[in-house]
């Protein structure tokens, strides 16, 4: 059978419409198959299974159609509805199947539903949810026209048949498709915006832990003790500096520091500093809590010579 022969066979009936009936399309495309897998001419095999694909575009349509408007434009959706039409016409052999639609839909819906999956999503939950998720949103739109109201979950989760909870958790996905933006003012006529209600981490808390850890432990430092942190660390004074001001050695100043920061050290973690040969130099690494802003109030106190 030669391609223009299906034509005509199929112009009589197609005369009156543009669009093919259900039937009509039907009819065609069992014609175009028988044709395709019957010629041995690789390019009438062709024409035939590309005319298969153009009639049955509006199948292809109709299924991308319900998942337009949730993250991922129509075109693609329709693109991907198309590739999977045209595996589905190759692949199909009119003596091993029956209707080639019966084939065919199973096959595009899948791919649609596949490329949702893996690119519909900014923030993926579990597989499970989302496609509970798609029966959720089609069965509350039928139940609202059905019913004249909008229903709760209990009502969803009953004509579902799955639990409330997980219709629940469907319904709480709804925006993971597209998320609002942090930049999306709050109203229209305001300039707030989502972001700015944000809740965010004061940088001060954690200066304040850690004032609050050594005012403990410098309390129980001695005053010269208290000084040489004070002159060192809030004054800036060099080691030379602090000899000079309190009678000592630079190298005596360094094994000081080092002593004290070891008590320090002790103070906060509660174990035993480790003592330190006369006049050996102690490798003791600096403490990290020391990292913080000028001391203010009780700890400044702490740190300030007697009068």
Same mark, same amino acid.
């Given at each position: ?76 959706? #329709?693109?991907?509805?198309?590739? +999977?039409?045209?595996? !589905? $016409? ?5 003596? =091993?199947?029956?209707?080639? %639609? ?103 808390? #954690?200066?304040?832990?850690?004032? +609050?850890?050594?005012? !403990? $432990? ?5 005053? =010269?003790?208290?000084?040489? %942190? ?78």
């Amino acid at each position: 059978m030669h391609l223009s022969s299906v034509s005509a066979t199929t112009a009589t009936t197609t005369s009156h419409s543009t669009t093919p009936s259900r039937l009509q399309r039907r009819q065609r495309t069992r014609e175009l198959l028988a044709l395709a897998h019957s010629t041995t001419s690789t390019s009438e095999r062709d024409e035939a299974l590309d005319e298969v694909v153009r009639i049955n575009m509006p199948v292809a349509r109709t299924l991308a159609a319900p998942y337009a408007g949730r993250g991922i434009p129509l075109e693609d959706l #329709e693109q991907v509805a198309f590739m +999977a039409l045209v595996r !589905a $016409a190759r692949g199909f052999h009119p003596d =091993r199947a029956g209707d080639f %639609l019966a084939y065919a839909v199973p096959t595009i819906r899948g791919e649609v539903k596949k490329h949702f999956r893996d690119h519909g999503w900014t923030v993926r939950p579990p597989r499970r949810i989302q496609e509970l998720q798609a029966e959720v949103v089609r069965t509350r739109s039928e139940l609202a026209q059905t019913t004249g109201h909008e229903p709760d979950l209990a009502e969803i989760a009953e004509q579902i048949g799955e639990p409330v909870e997980e219709v629940a958790e469907a319904m709480a996905a709804d925006g993971c498709f597209s998320p609002s933006s942090l930049d999306q003012p709050i109203r229209s006529e305001s300039g707030t915006s989502l972001g700015d209600l944000m809740a965010h981490e004061d940088p001060g808390f #954690e200066a304040a832990e850690a004032r +609050a850890m050594l005012s !403990a $432990a410098i309390a129980t430092l001695g005053e =010269r003790d208290r000084r040489i %942190l004070r002159m060192r660390f809030f004054e800036g004074l060099t080691q030379k500096e602090i000899g000079q001001a309190i009678g000592v050695t630079q190298m005596q100043v360094s094994r000081l520091l080092t002593r004290i920061l070891a008590d320090l050290r002790s103070q906060l973690t509660g174990t035993t500093p480790p003592s330190t040969p006369p006049g050996a130099p102690a490798a003791v690494k600096p403490l990290q809590v020391l990292k913080v802003p000028r001391p203010r109030g009780a700890m400044a106190a702490e740190l300030r010579p007697a009068s």
